[in-house]
């Protein structure tokens, strides 16, 4: 195999991985309410089924002025799209796996990323009101 094979063959392996949000297979749940979707730091005491992995993140400028050392918090956008992203699946809420911000890499970027990650559950005890663990994480 000469050295341009063995490169396109390298590459075609690492960006083969790169998929970050592989989409779920369709649940045959009816889409539920985004707002109605709980994130839960801990999974519920009540009986579920998990749907799939939902993820989000967002890149901002740090010349943003919504991104001053201060006020860096991106977590309540990326949140809100997990819902909706879990809320297209038929869940009733998220328990969050990893959140936070990935500040720049070195000093000459300029961008920085919230990102938040879970697994997308339906409840399967028919609506019964059962108490979960925790809810709304907040901070990475």
Known sequence: M?????????????????????????????????????LLKHPPRRPYTELGMVSDMEVYSLGDTKATTASMDKTP????????KAAALGADAVIVKDQGIIPPLDTSSSSARAYAKGVAIHFTDAGQNGPVTSSAPTGP
């Open 77 to 84: 956008d990326v949140h809100a799209r997990l819902r909706e």
């Open 2 to 38: 000469n050295l341009r094979n063995l490169a396109t063959v390298i590459t075609v392996a690492l960006f083969a991985g790169c998929d970050t949000d592989p989409q779920p297979a369709h649940t045959g749940l009816p889409p539920t309410q985004a707002e109605n979707v709980q």
